[in-house]
């Protein structure tokens, strides 16, 4: 049972805008930065945002991060056939002393 | 160029042993924490265990006292120890790479390696 629960799946058409929510705890996302994986199928996932909202090199700004209290948001914009993948968020937590991972969003391209 | 290559993986009995590995290229696994992250069959991400720079680990509830993080500096190798094994370990197995030393991200994941346990 993860401790940090995202919707199973969102979908758009292609160019629209999606979001993705992450919700955790005071002792996870409100006390330690968020990050966020893509994980296309068949394939390890991949870090598109860490530290709440950065992007590393080579990510488009087509993908944000944020966060607010206990909860994190990923959003999706412009929206492509090639984003089609699962996304999971991640944190550390403070009572487990563990690393959690969100339970996952499939997006689809409609 | 940043590589991880996971090895050791395969088809295991409940309750045998198993050690995988994961051979590090482009920085070395004592400059930064690192983790291995399994994925059950059509399931999510479940972080397994990290070890830092200085050596502290820390695991997951379903694998405490059963599996052991380590690594070798000279072979630059990141491993896991995984006994006691049962059905719901079966899982790809991936090692990571932590972004910073202050930053709970993995920028880095090997291609990860499949391991089932089953009899």
């Known amino acids: 049972q993860s401790v940090l629960t995202q919707p199973p799946s969102v979908s758009a058409a292609p160019g629209q805008k999606v979001t993705i929510s992450c919700s955790g705890s005071s002792s996870n996302i409100e006390s330690y930065y968020v990050s966020w994986y893509q994980q296309l199928p068949g394939t390890a996932p991949k870090l598109l945002i860490y530290d709440n909202n950065n992007r590393p090199s080579g990510i488009p700004d087509r993908f944000s991060g944020s966060r607010s209290g206990t909860s994190a948001t990923l959003g999706i914009t412009g929206l492509q056939t090639g984003d089609e993948a699962d996304y999971y968020c991640?944190?550390?937590?403070?009572?487990?002393?563990?690393?959690?991972f969100g339970t996952g969003t499939k997006v689809t391209v409609l | 160029e940043v590589q991880l290559v996971e090895s050791g993986g395969g088809l295991i009995q409940p309750g045998g042993s198993l050690r995988l590995s994961c051979a590090a290229s482009?920085?070395?696994?004592?400059?930064?924490?690192m983790s291995w992250v399994r994925q059950a069959p059509g399931k999510g991400l479940e972080w397994v265990s990290v070890?830092?720079?200085?050596?502290?680990?820390y695991y997951a509830d379903s694998v405490k006292g059963r599996f052991t993080i380590s690594r070798d500096i000279f072979k630059n190798t990141l491993y896991i120890q995984m006994n006691s094994l049962r059905a719901d370990d079966t899982a790809v197995y991936y090692c990571a790479r932590g972004a910073d030393s202050s930053s709970p991200s993995f920028d880095s994941w090997g291609q990860g390696i499949l391991v089932t346990v089953s009899s």
């Open positions: 482009g920085f070395t696994v004592r400059s930064h924490y």
């Open positions: 070890i830092y720079s200085g050596g502290t680990t």
């Open positions: 991640g944190t550390w937590d403070s009572s487990l002393s563990a690393f959690v």
